[in-house]
Nanobody, 127 residues
Framework: QVQLVESGGGLVQTGGSLGLSCAVS????????MGWFRQAPGKEREFVAA????????RYRDSVKGRFTISRDNDKKTVTLQMNSLKPEDTAVYYC????????????????????WGQGTQVTVSS
């Protein structure tokens, strides 16, 4: 398994931007497809974005398309989520997740396929 530590959350006004970062340690980072999920109070954790092992493919939930960008740096062992044009409904705890995969084109949008995650970072968007 790998260990993940998220950072970069905070309080921002509607329309603002935040960049989240996830530092990964442990096993070979490029063996893992990565994802970002979020969980708002009283709600289940939901998929936000995913990226394949070498960044060939990315996938987003519909509500963040065009506003959020996921990327990774395998040399630095980090995955980032750049969030622009933030809305109050983006308020949640954001979690970085890792899934060990053999296929370089594989990614997952379902939480159950991820076996490691961080402690989360709070993002609050004020109206």
């Amino acid at each position: 398994q790998v260990q993940l530590v998220e950072s970069g959350g905070g309080l921002v006004q509607t329309g603002g931007s935040l960049g989240l970062s996830c530092a990964v340690s442990g096993r070979t980072f490029s063996d893992y497809a990565m994802g970002w999920f979020r969980q708002a109070p009283g709600k289940e954790r939901e998929f936000v974005a995913a990226i394949t092992r070498f960044g060939d493919t990315t996938r987003y939930r519909d509500s963040v398309k065009g506003r959020f960008t996921i990327s990774r740096d395998n040399d630095k062992k980090t995955v980032t989520l750049q969030m622009n044009s933030l809305k109050p409904e983006d308020t949640a705890v954001y979690y970085c997740e890792a899934s060990y995969v053999r296929d370089r084109l594989r990614y997952y949008t379902t939480l159950g396929y991820y076996e490691s995650w961080g402690q989360g970072t709070q993002v609050t968007v004020s109206s």
